[in-house]
């Protein structure tokens, strides 16, 4: 009798067993992709609770998905997956979780092909822990020491292209935040003044020297400045025409350098000065 009770005790445990992973596997495979909380969205946004895939139109090229996050109650952010185009060995394929009010809350590297003991760095908590908590609320964003107040990452040493490639694309993320929260301004690409500079290529005294900035006019159909020339300055010394100083921006090994021109009346090259640049060494 008791091994009869036994055998239907078990028979019982075995069916309740049954019925219930039955029953799981029909609810997580009935659960809509957007109620499902993939641990690698949670990993970049830890106070997560909801994330749901968004469309939007004019979601930038580089950008694949962009994830609503909510804390249960709230919507707090988003989540980013983005591919940066521009790695040493490839493309790099990230996640990154970033506040309505633009602080960055992590970043994870999905997939890259950058060098061996350089560029794989972009995969390491230090690097990681560089980027995260980074304020770029106000549009700035670069990459030097780390001050993430002010929207500064930290650089990968010895790996200024790895470095640049994830900053030029968080700067693509920034500029789609910016239109999805009106608390974060888009990336703000200055130009800045080098008069300090203009002494190296003028053979005068700065202050025997007027400048005045070439200036479009609204009429104009084709825009003298472009992503390579950024200001045009026409140079007097006294009464007289000098020169012009053209302010130039190219794509270098390790990412902008910035250039300057002096040219005379007949466009010809009286000079040219490497105002900034971060190639590598040697």
Same mark, same amino acid.
């Given at each position: 009798?008791? =091994?009869?009770?036994? #055998?239907?005790?078990?028979?019982?445990?075995?069916?309740?067993?049954?019925?219930?992973?039955?029953?799981?596997?029909?609810?997580?495979?009935?659960?809509?992709?957007?109620?499902?909380?993939?641990?690698?969205?949670?990993?970049?946004?830890?106070?997560?609770?909801?994330?749901?895939? #968004?469309?939007? =139109?004019?979601?930038?090229?580089?950008?694949?998905?962009?994830?609503?996050?909510?804390? &249960?109650?709230?919507?707090? $952010?988003?989540?980013?997956?983005?591919?940066?185009?521009? &790695?040493?060995?490839?493309?790099?394929?990230?996640?990154? /979780?970033?506040?309505?009010?633009?602080?960055?809350?992590?970043?994870?590297?999905?997939?890259?092909?950058?060098?061996? /003991?350089?560029?794989?760095?972009?995969?390491?908590?230090?690097?990681?822990? /560089?980027?995260?908590?980074?304020?770029?609320?106000?549009?700035?964003?670069?990459?030097?020491?780390?001050?993430?107040? *002010? &929207?500064?990452?930290?650089?990968?040493? $010895?790996?200024?292209?790895?470095?640049?490639?994830?900053?030029?694309?968080?700067?693509?993320?920034?500029?789609?935040?910016?239109?999805?929260?009106?608390?974060?301004?888009?990336?703000?690409?200055?130009?800045?003044?080098?008069?300090?500079?203009?002494?190296?290529?003028?053979? *005068?005294?700065?202050?025997?020297?007027?400048?005045?900035?070439?200036?479009?006019?609204?009429?104009?159909?084709?825009?003298?400045? *472009?992503?390579?020339?950024?200001?045009?300055?026409?140079?007097?010394?006294?009464?007289?025409?000098?020169?012009? #100083?053209?302010?130039?921006?190219?794509?270098?090994?390790?990412?902008?350098?910035?250039?300057?021109?002096?040219?005379?009346?007949?466009?010809?090259?009286?000079?040219?000065?490497?105002?900034?640049?971060?190639?590598?060494? &040697?």
């Amino acid at each position: 009798m008791n =091994k009869i009770k036994a #055998i239907i005790t078990f028979a019982l445990v075995l069916i309740v067993s049954v019925a219930s992973i039955y029953g799981l596997n029909k609810v997580f495979l009935g659960l809509n992709s957007e109620d499902y909380v993939p641990s690698q969205y949670a990993e970049v946004f830890a106070e997560g609770k909801e994330f749901n895939e #968004i469309d939007i =139109k004019d979601k930038a090229e580089t950008i694949n998905k962009i994830i609503k996050v909510s804390d &249960g109650s709230n919507h707090i $952010g988003y989540v980013f997956d983005a591919i940066s185009k521009e &790695g040493f060995g490839g493309d790099i394929h990230l996640l990154v /979780g970033i506040s309505n009010d633009g602080i960055i809350k992590g970043l994870k590297v999905l997939e890259q092909s950058e060098t061996e /003991g350089y560029g794989v760095f972009v995969e390491t908590e230090e690097f990681i822990n /560089g980027v995260k908590d980074v304020n770029v609320s106000t549009g700035k964003i670069s990459a030097g020491e780390g001050n993430k107040e *002010n &929207g500064q990452i930290t650089a990968i040493s $010895g790996a200024t292209v790895t470095t640049n490639a994830v900053l030029n694309e968080l700067k693509n993320i920034v500029n789609q935040l910016s239109t999805l929260s009106n608390k974060v301004k888009p990336v703000a690409e200055e130009t800045p003044y080098y008069e300090t500079k203009y002494k190296e290529i003028l053979p *005068n005294n700065l202050s025997e020297y007027t400048f005045e900035e070439f200036q479009e006019s609204a009429k104009q159909t084709d825009s003298i400045y *472009n992503e390579f020339v950024k200001r045009i300055v026409k140079v007097k010394y006294g009464e007289n025409f000098d020169s012009y #100083i053209l302010q130039l921006t190219a794509k270098g090994y390790g990412g902008k350098i910035d250039l300057m021109l002096r040219l005379n009346y007949e466009y010809r090259v009286f000079d040219m000065l490497v105002v900034s640049h971060n190639e590598t060494e &040697g």
